[in-house]
Every structure is written in C-alpha cells, then in structure tokens.
C-alpha cells in the first residue's frame, strides 16, 4: 500500500489519467447498461430508438463536462455531472418511467383488469393483459360495425392512465343502456303498436332487467349518483313524416349487437299479424300538384 502511495506521489500525471479512464470506462458501461435494458424491456420500436439515442447523447455531453472539470482541476464538480447525466436519463425515459408508474396505478386503484371492456386514447376493446409497460387489448369497431371484433391486437402505454378518460364498460356495473327508433306511420293503433313494443321488450330483456337491479343498487351505495331506471322506456315523438318510437332499455354490455337483432326481429313479427293495424313508416314523397304542361309545335310552311 505504501509502495503505491509513493508511486502516485511520484506520477502524479500518470495517476490523474488513470483515474480519467475509470471514469470514462464507468460512464460508457452505464450507457451502454442502460441501452441493454432499454433494448430487452421496451417493445415499441420508435420509443426503444429514441431512448438509446436520447441515452447516447446524454452520455456523451456528461463526457464533456467531466473531462472539462477534471483537466480544469474541478474534479469536485463530477457530483454535478452525475446529477445532469440522472436528469438526463429521467427525462429521456419519462415515457417508459410514466408506464411503470401507470402499471402500480392500474393495479392499486384497479383502474381495469383482463376481461374488462374499456376505451382509452379514442381505443375501444377487451383488455387481454396487462404488463409492466403495455396494456394489450382486443380491439373492437373501427371498420366493424357495432362492438364486434376488429381482428386487431393493440399494445397501449399505460401511461396513457395519466393522459385522458378512461371508459370501462363492465367495472362495477356491466350493463349499458341502449336505444333505438322505430317509425311508425299515421293513422296505425298507436295504443296497439305501444302494447306490442313494451311487451316484447318486457319480455326478452327480463333477466337483464332483474340482474341489473341488484348491480345498480350497488353502484348507487358506492358513489354519489342518483338513481335510474332500468326497467324498459317508450318515449313518443311526433315528426313531419312518422310517429317515432324511441325504446331505451338497459344489457349486458357484450350482447348489445345481438339483442338490438332480437328486439327488431320480434317487432317485426309482431307488426306484421296485425293486419296494417300497425304499419312502419319510410320515407315518402307526396306531390300535391303536378303542374300544367303546355306543349306548342310550329308549323313549317
């Protein structure tokens, strides 16, 4: 030990470049740790090449400022460097720190689990894992009318918890409340056509109805919301062309599509026995006059 004391007392040029390269060799590794990491943990390729290059700069700037402090003689001023090269790193991968951060706020706060439908980021399907960084997700519309399948796999950031609305369709009340119109023309039994469309949707949305109570009566003990009904509603309109019915009703969340399919189905059934007692509309056109037309042909002499 002494002997090296005295040859650093006697080299002392020697020993302040040695150290240089231990800090230099230091740096490097950490850069290069880092981009490894980078490379094996994130999956998305435009986020993986901006932050190993975004790593790589942020290296080669603390290079400059150490090699500037220490052949200056401020080596005190490396702590210095070492916080820039720290702030560096956080805010290259804010991105990928903000994920981590998302996937404990999603598993804390139980903002969605796998199974759960939502829409976030103007994304809408059934959530079918969620990892460290990525929530992946079945996606569901686009192209595809109604919520059926896209086909698509989407990877989300879970950082995008933090960015915007989260809409989930099945957490703690998995019903939605849907509607349609129905035209019916003028001059049809109204009170039949009202009988015949409360019964049929009495009828096939009745296990909807009777499970949805008990959940919302759940729902309105948890959160500060008022109550609502679930039981089907017929609400009448007078329009320039038909009487329009509007049916609200309450399903589950995954069957929208098919009992939307059902309920029209059946009404149409229905409206048919009634021997035009009930009659749908369509659009028309009525021309209430046809105007003269006067044709004259001259005569060639």
Known sequence: MEAIKQWILENPTLYNVFKYIIIVVFVLTIIQLTRRFLRKQVTDTSIRYKSQKGIEIIGYIVLILLSLSYFTGNIKDFTIAIGLFT????????????????????????????????EINGIKGDVIDVDSIYTTMMEIGQWVSSDNYSGRIVKLSNAFVFKG????????????????????????????AKSIVIKIASETLSEYTTN??????????????????????????????????NLRYIVDYKKRRFTKHVLNDKIRVEVEKTNDKVVLASTTIELIKIPELKVGIKKEL
């Open 165 to 192: 609305p989260i809409y989930n369709y099945s957490q703690d009340f998995p019903f939605i409340w849907d509607e349609f119109n129905l035209p019916i023309k003028y001059g049809s039994d109204i009170e039949l």
């Open 212 to 245: 949805s109570k008990s959940k919302w009566k759940e729902v309105v003990n948890k959160y500060y919301i008022e109550d609502a009904i679930v039981d089907p509603t017929l609400a009448i309109t007078l329009t320039d062309n038909w009487i329009q019915f």
């Open 87 to 118: 702030a560096g790193i956080a805010f290259t991968l804010q991105e990928l720190i903000l994920s981590v951060a998302g996937s404990l706020y999603i598993f804390i706060v139980k903002v969605y689990k796998p199974g759960d439908r939502i």
